[in-house]
């Protein structure tokens, strides 16, 4: 399983929001400047974002961007999904898994569920609160008087 650069991008989105928002909507051509990111290929990343409910959008002059939820209850795997859509690393596995014929005999079955498993329990135990504790204590780290 790769994460795709609209995957990553979609990481971005989030916790500049998450960073910048503070309650006000935030514009996305500022995320997409921040974020190094086109304006209009942020636009189709959002487009996923907003069909699973994860933002809310205002338009207008004062428009932009806004979380729906706290940080903490957003997790890294429902971001992620929201863009991807299915994370596992094969098709016979996981929630949209196909249906396998050899699955009871199959030794790489067994792999492929395991580690479905692991990739899934990581995505959805970092939230984006963790992403942002991150991002604080990195810049910490890095600011020298």
């Given at each position: ?19 910048y ?19 209009k290929?942020?636009?189709q ?53 196909i ?26 135990e ?20």
């Amino acid at each position: 399983m790769k994460i795709s650069t609209r995957g990553k991008n979609a990481l971005k989105f989030m916790l500049d929001l998450a960073t910048y928002s503070r309650g006000q909507p935030v514009r996305l051509k500022d995320i997409a400047r921040r974020q190094h990111i086109s304006e209009k290929y942020l636009e189709q990343i959002v487009s996923g974002i907003q069909k699973a409910a994860l933002v809310q959008s205002l338009r207008g002059k004062n428009g932009g961007y806004t979380l729906r939820y706290p940080p903490e209850e957003y997790t890294v795997g429902q971001i992620l999904k929201a863009v991807e859509g299915n994370m596992s690393p094969t098709e016979c596995v996981g929630e949209n898994g196909i249906a396998c014929e050899n699955k009871e005999t199959c030794v790489n079955y067994k792999v492929w569920e395991r580690l479905d498993a692991a990739i899934n329990s990581v995505l959805e135990e970092i939230t984006l609160k963790d992403m942002l504790e991150w991002q604080y204590g990195l810049l910490i780290d890095q600011y020298v008087i």
